[in-house]
């Protein structure tokens, strides 16, 4: 065998080496577009399965600028500022905030229910409306007339399985029964304390009947002194005509009891009305002698006095524009007014337009007044924008 033989065998048997491993390669199979989102549409619109699982999530949230002016103790603008170029004068100005509210809500069905999730963090930017001719360096809220970022607040936090919900909420007190009206400003004379952790039960007997019973710790200075939480309950009843709603809630720190009712009335597709009532006890609240005094407010009688009633109602001019009022007194005589004009811009663009009136009663000491009012009658407007997604 030559060398010529040899090289042309060799070759021979690497073609027929290649033309196998050829004959035996894998193909690979073009991929498939993937499907990144995928609508869930058992809880509304907005969800989409996160991937992977079968939960479902929703991304909202809201922008809102507003921009306040007029008397502090009617939540206006920002009083007796210093002036930057005359030393001892003062000027009045804006209040203005920006906000970004971020939301999120998860649903999954399980075999104890639905297991849902709800959580809301605001961000703001802007001043403080209030009055500033105390500049003196012993007042740390002497420059709150001053833009800045005003920090970040965990509004909502909470899990909810079937009935069941624990973690960040607002007061069921407030919740269950209803906010006072649909106006900026609704709690110039206040109708209970928002923030708070809560281990609470909700039923709905599906025939108009609900019930809750909350526990709940609290904030500030209003945070519970002892395994004691504070307790409210609640039973509603609602129906086309619309609802009447009562509360009731133990306050362990003071050990006072306060109460509220409420009638929601649909008088036709235009117009709704509604009225609440409050009660409450407040001796350890209005006694002086107690190691931590609460001047006659705690974490839900938050009015002056044993007594107070808020109402209003808000009417629809049309798809676009809707005008709000509430009204507003209690047992200390402080009266609350506020009224506005929404108008939906384009859909998700609202703009609202607000005046609002507080007289501080007689028996509310003005340097104590809920608002930090410093004179007897108040009167401030805003202006909000807000978009939501």
């Known amino acids: 065998m030559n060398i010529k033989s040899l090289l042309l065998g060799s070759a021979a048997a690497l073609i027929a080496v290649s033309g196998a491993r050829a004959a035996d390669a894998v193909v690979v199979a073009e991929p498939e577009p993937a499907e990144y989102v995928k609508i869930c549409d058992v809880y509304g619109a907005g969800y989409f399965y996160i991937p992977g699982t079968e939960t479902c999530l929703r991304i909202g949230g809201y922008l809102r600028y507003d921009i306040g002016v007029g008397d502090h103790g009617a939540f206006g603008g920002a ?27 998860t649903g999954q069905e399980t075999e104890l229910g639905t297991l849902k999730t709800y959580t809301e963090t ?15 360096t012993t007042n740390d809220d002497r420059n709150n007339w001053q833009g800045r970022n005003k920090g970040v607040s965990l509004n909502f936090a909470w899990i909810q399985l079937g009935g069941l919900r624990v973690g960040k909420d607002e007061s069921a007190f407030d919740t269950f029964i209803g906010y006072a009206g ?5 709690t110039i004379v206040p109708y209970g304390n928002f923030d708070t952790n809560v281990v609470q039960y909700y039923f709905d007997a599906g025939n108009g009947f609900s019930a809750v019973v909350s526990l709940e710790e609290g904030s500030g200075i209003d945070t519970i002194d002892s395994y004691v939480p504070h307790v409210v309950g609640g039973l509603k009843w609602t129906q086309g005509w619309g609802a ?4 009731i809630s133990y ?57 107070a009633v808020w109402g209003g109602g808000t009417y629809k001019f049309n798809e676009k524009t809707s005008f709000n009022l509430q009204a507003s007194y209690d047992d200390w005589k402080n ?50 924008f807000q978009r939501d997604f």
């Open 122 to 136: 605001r961000f703001n930017f802007g001043n403080n409306y209030g009055d500033y001719s105390n500049q003196a």
């Open 244 to 247: 009447l709603t009562g509360v």
């Open 335 to 384: 009266l609350g007014i506020a009224a506005n004009v929404a108008y939906t811009v384009v859909p998700g663009f609202t703009v609202t337009a607000e005046v609002d009136y507080q007289n501080v009663g007689g028996a509310d000491d003005l340097s104590q007044g809920w608002v930090g009012a410093t004179k007897k009658s108040n009167v401030a407007g805003i202006l909000r």
């Open 251 to 307: 306050d362990s720190n003071y050990e006072e009891v306060a109460g509220k009712v409420r009638l929601d009335v649909n008088v036709n597709e235009a117009l709704a009305l509604w009225i609440m009532a409050g009660y409450g006890t407040d001796d350890n609240l209005s006694d002086p002698t107690v190691a931590i005094p609460a001047g006659g407010r705690g974490f839900y009688k938050q009015w002056g006095g044993n007594w």
């Open 182 to 186: 649909n106006v900026i400003e609704d």
């Open 79 to 105: 009083q007796n500022v210093p002036d930057h170029l005359n030393a001892g004068d003062t000027n009045d100005t804006y209040w203005k905030n920006a906000r970004f509210t971020l939301k999120t809500w």
